[in-house]
């Protein structure tokens, strides 16, 4: 049975509590002094509390306490979990309405005081992930991470997903929609019984896992959780309204958690270190962190070179279904796909191969094609070259284009350049020098899912932005499975 990949994430949002510095000592001291990694995502505004309280301005704060967490979180992994975190408006509210480049703004903007916040705390240290607060996903937000070049988007949230394993979406590796793989050991059960319980879901999830090759699972914590029962952020966030009004030099007077005693805190010490313990001793279980997540699964597609071959065998998958696609350890997503076969068909003449120098996002909006029932080889050719270019210039598929006196959306493109290539180098029989123009219906939309993925205590009741679903569902162009090295 193959060893099951197991990671730690945590995130660290309380800003409020005069206890979190000591928390987050206590907890990282648990992984090591092990040599155990995990992941600390931290709010912006938290590490700006940890600094100020190991400078010795926040007295409610044990100083001492705070530059021990920032020491250890040094030593482990590093994500980061937006600026402000349920301060109104969240990511998605004010990603909603926004469309895909004002969103792309509106988040660079907003979050990023909050990344550089990080960054000034731990001078030198890899951002390696981010995580949204709460239900708060966006898809604006993908584009702008790349940028910063963070390579991971690592949560636990129902809005995309693929199989409850690892894959690629906006250009990022993602851990998202874990769903049966996730283990939530909850700090607040008695420490026998709640580790216990933690480590009946670990043996089930390492049975499946490691029966079918191994895999990822994910056991995610709140700090907050080991000092107080109330969540900090319903508090002063709650049900779309802000109590308070944070302000940069941390003197807000917030609504702080009533605290639990403090022999209930060391129980839920003492339960979260019997489980970590207990897995720390498995052979079948390895504990690993962001980076080496980043590491386990490379995105061997890009940069790449494609030959004639292989092009055959994409435009043979994309003729047959408009999706991802996988020919061994290599995955492409559909933009991929079509981009590949696009730029062999731009060229003057057909080249031996192709490099997938660009991995495009998906078109911006929905358009709708209208287009005869076929067109001539020469005639998608040319399409081909202005795809080719609206990619490069612009890095996303186009909405639309001009092909045959009509307009084509991505997806009529896609398999309009599939059938052109399978013509062009004879591969498949049919009509000489013409293309049937079809428009098949993007698979990978599937895997975005709208319904029940906002139910978060921290947005206004009823809220549902259709619209981020919508541009999550044109952002499927860019999903594709990860495949672990070997």
Same mark, same amino acid.
């Given at each position: 049975m193959s060893k099951v990949n197991l990671t730690f994430w945590f995130d660290s949002e309380d800003y409020t509590s005069p206890y979190e510095p000591t928390c987050l000592q206590r907890l990282t001291e648990i992984f090591a002094r092990r040599g155990l990694c995990a992941t600390w995502k931290l709010v912006g505004e938290e590490a700006r509390m940890l600094r100020r309280a190991a400078a010795g301005d926040s007295p409610s704060r044990d100083a001492g306490a705070a530059r021990a967490? @920032?020491?250890?979180? +040094?030593?482990?992994?590093?994500?980061?979990? !937006?600026?402000? #975190? +349920? /301060? #109104? %408006?969240?990511?998605?509210?004010?990603?909603?309405g926004a469309g895909w480049d004002e969103g792309q703004r509106r988040f660079e903007q907003t979050e990023g005081p909050g990344l550089q916040a990080l960054r000034e705390a731990f001078p030198g240290k890899t951002v390696v992930c981010y995580g949204q607060a709460g239900a708060s996903w966006a898809p604006q937000a993908y584009p702008v991470l790349r940028r910063w070049g963070i390579p991971l988007y690592m949560d636990e949230a129902g809005h995309v997903g693929l199989d409850e394993q690892p894959f690629y979406y906006g250009g990022l590796l993602n851990? /998202? =929609? @874990? =769903?049966?793989?996730?283990? =939530?050991h909850r700090g607040h059960r008695p420490p026998q019984e709640g580790a216990a319980e933690a480590l009946a879901d670990l043996d089930r999830i390492v049975g499946e896992l490691g029966g079918r090759g191994g895999g990822l699972a994910q056991c995610w914590w709140h700090p907050n959780e080991w000092y107080t029962d109330q969540w900090w952020d319903g508090l002063n966030f709650g049900a779309g309204v802000n109590r308070v009004s944070p302000q %940069?030099?941390? =003197? !807000?007077?917030?609504?702080? %958690?009533? $605290?639990? +005693?403090?022999?209930?805190?060391?129980?839920?010490?003492?339960?979260?270190?019997?489980?970590?313990?207990?897995v720390s001793r498995r052979d079948d279980v390895r504990v690993c962190g962001g980076e080496d997540i980043v590491a386990m699964y490379p995105d061997r597609a890009r940069g790449r070179t494609f030959t004639q071959g292989e092009l055959v065998r994409v435009a043979d998958a994309l003729g047959d279904a408009l999706s991802y696609q996988r020919h061994g350890d290599i995955t492409l997503s559909a933009a991929e796909a079509a981009y590949l076969l696009a730029t062999? /068909?731009?060229? $003057?003449? @057909? $080249? *031996?191969?192709?490099v997938l120098d660009v991995s495009p996002d998906g078109p911006a909006t929905r358009?709708? %094609?209208? @287009? $005869?029932?076929?067109? *001539?080889?020469?005639?998608?050719?040319?399409?081909? !070259?202005d795809f080719v270019a609206c990619v490069r210039g612009s890095g996303r598929l186009p909405d639309a284009l001009g092909l045959a006196g009509g307009t084509a959306d991505p997806a009529c493109l896609a398999a309009a350049f599939a059938a052109a290539y399978l013509e062009a180098t004879g591969s498949r029989a049919g009509a000489a020098g013409r293309v049937a123009l079809t428009h098949p219906r993007l698979l990978a939309e599937d895997h975005v899912r709208g319904e029940g993925v906002w139910g978060w205590s921290?947005?206004?009741? *009823?809220?549902n932005p259709t619209d981020l679903i919508e541009l999550g569902r044109l952002q499927a162009w860019t999903l594709k499975p990860a495949v672990a090295a070997r």
């Open positions: 967490a @920032l020491r250890s979180i +040094s030593a482990q992994n590093l994500g980061f979990h !937006t600026d402000w #975190h +349920s /301060l #109104h %408006p969240t990511v998605a509210e004010y990603c909603t851990v /998202l =929609r @874990l =769903r049966r793989f996730c283990i =939530r %940069p030099d941390g =003197r !807000t007077a917030y609504h702080v %958690p009533e $605290p639990v +005693s403090a022999e209930e805190r060391e129980r839920r010490f003492a339960s979260a270190e019997a489980f970590v313990d207990a062999a /068909l731009a060229a $003057p003449a @057909l $080249p *031996g191969e192709v358009a709708q %094609p209208a @287009l $005869p029932e076929s067109t *001539g080889v020469d005639e998608v050719r040319r399409a081909a !070259t921290i947005f206004a009741e *009823g809220f």
